[in-house]
Every structure is written in C-alpha cells, then in structure tokens.
C-alpha cells in the first residue's frame, strides 16, 4: 500500500498504513535547507524470504509512531527478581502495541492534514487508536495528537516512539534533555555480546553513564563503537532535543512531562548484525514514556517495580469507555 502523503507550506511528510508509521519527513528550514531529521531504515525496499519474515513494523521501519501498550507482551527472562511482573490481561501479545503492526485507516486528508485510524481486536483491553498528523503553518514542525479509547478498565504502558538519524561521524550529535535529573539503565542485556553498559544502575548525567570498564557519554552519538543501549531518563521537561551538529540544524520532541514522566533513549549504534539491520543502522529513539523501559505491560503494570517504587509512573490507568488525548510536536530549525 503506498504510503499517506501531509504536505504543508514547511514540509512534506509521509506515513504508512503499518503503524501509522510517519517518516520520511521533509522540513522547510527559515534558511532555505531542506532536511530530513527522522531516520528510515534503509532495507524498505528489500525483498526475499528474509524481508518477508520480518514482523510487520520492521518491514518499513520510519521515523515516528506510538506504541499501546509499549513493550514486550511477556515478561522478559533473566531480569533481576526486583523486577518481577504481574499477570497482565487484555493488552494483547504484539511487541509495542496491536497498532504497530496492523494497518490504520486514512479517515479524513485534508490539506497539510491526516486523521488515521485503527481498530483492536474484540478481545483487547483497548478499543482503538485515532492518531491525527498537521503541518503547522509556517513553521518546520508537526503537530500531533493520539487518542486512545479504553474498552475495559485497564493499567497498561504507553510511549512515543520517534527515532531520529544521526550524522555519520562519531560524536557529531548532541543530545540536551532539558531538566534532566537522572537516569537508569537497562536491567538486562540489551544485545547479548555488543551492549557495554552495566546493567541496572542509576546515573544523574548522560555525561557519564556506567559501563563495566567506566562511564561514557551518550550525551554525543554516534558512538565511537558499535553497540546497542537503552537508558531511561526521568524529569525531563517536555522536551528532548538532538542538535546535528554535522548538519548544522537541531531537532526536537516537544510532549506533556504529566502524561510521559520518562524518556526511553534506544542508542542503536551498528550493534545489531542480523538481518534486517546487518550493522548498518545508526539512529536515537528519543521516546516519551509512560512505563518501565520496553519491559511490558506486565512489569510496568506493577507497582512495585523500581521505578515505579520511585515514585515515577509506569502504567496508564484507564476506565471502561474512558478516552484519553494527548498531544505532541516533532520540529526543526538552523542551529
């Protein structure tokens, strides 16, 4: 199916049917530049058996789309026993959400706008996603907002999922999280023999994030060594921002800190060699989240995980019937 196109006087965006996947977007810079600042991955147009076992929404990986509920449908192994999870009913058995594999439906394209849809299925605990994408009118950005409607009182994850490219040579890209007052990584082993933080731990700056030979930066990316990460970040306000320093532009994620008290940072630094990625694919997830980590419902659901022991949400608590709304912006300017 050929993809949505939302053109408006600033840009040009696309979006799949598949995830109401958004990418690749083109933005109109005040300084005549064009730019392109979400990442796409390069096997799109692959075919074989290879590419035609993938899962849906790694077929045509773009740049930005929202997970409910965010994560893994079971509970991981080998997690530390502080991290235990609590059975979890109705939220489905696809990685990041029903919505990320199956196809919406454009119901309303209008100029520099998309009104996509999609239903769950009649046993989730969710109704159905409504996800609305506008070009805001003289500016190099996006406007967007997701609305989920409950079916049955639920307690799930919830996240963004924008990832953004980075430039070729190392450490050429910044990241500033604003209000940042700590981090956490990951408490397993994000790619078995290539990640190289130590799980587990807590760290107050992106400056210096431990590993088991010392701290690094993930503050500048690309990283000088192939690897994967993920690290959540807590008290960021409402914004992350990647400065292309290569590129000389930046570009952000604005989002309401009440609704995502955390950020997922997903460094995939040519860490992963399987196919579809082969070691080729350098980009940052920068995720609003309302959970723990990609840890699924049935650990982010439960109270007594560490983070949520913190005092930091995890989970949106939804009523039967009840319709929650949020709203975003993914923009862009010269530095």
Known sequence: MAPFELVWDRGIAQVEAVGAMLGPVRLHLSDGRTISPLAVGPWGEDGGPDHDALPPILKRLRGEWPCVPFGAPDC??????????????GTGTDFHGYGSHNAWECVEDGPGRLVLEITYPEDHAIAGLRREIRGVAGKA?????????ARTATCLPIALHPVFALPRRPGEAEIVAEGMTGGHTFPGVVEPGVSR?????????????PTHQGPIALSRLPLPVDTEELVQLFGVAGR???CN????????IAFDQTVFPSVLLWVSNRGRRAYPWNGRFTAVGIEPLRGAFDLGPEISSNPANPIARSGIPTALELTEGEVFTTSYQIGAGRI
């Open 76 to 89: 991981p192994p080998d997690l530390p026993e502080r991290w235990r999870g609590v059975p979890s009913k």
């Open 141 to 149: 950005e996006l406007e967007i907002s997701l609305m989920i409607t």
């Open 197 to 209: 933080l130590a799980p587990d731990l807590t760290f107050e700056s992106l400056e210096a994030v």
């Open 240 to 242: 992350v921002t990647l």
């Open 245 to 252: 320093h290569a590129e000389a532009y930046e570009a952000w």
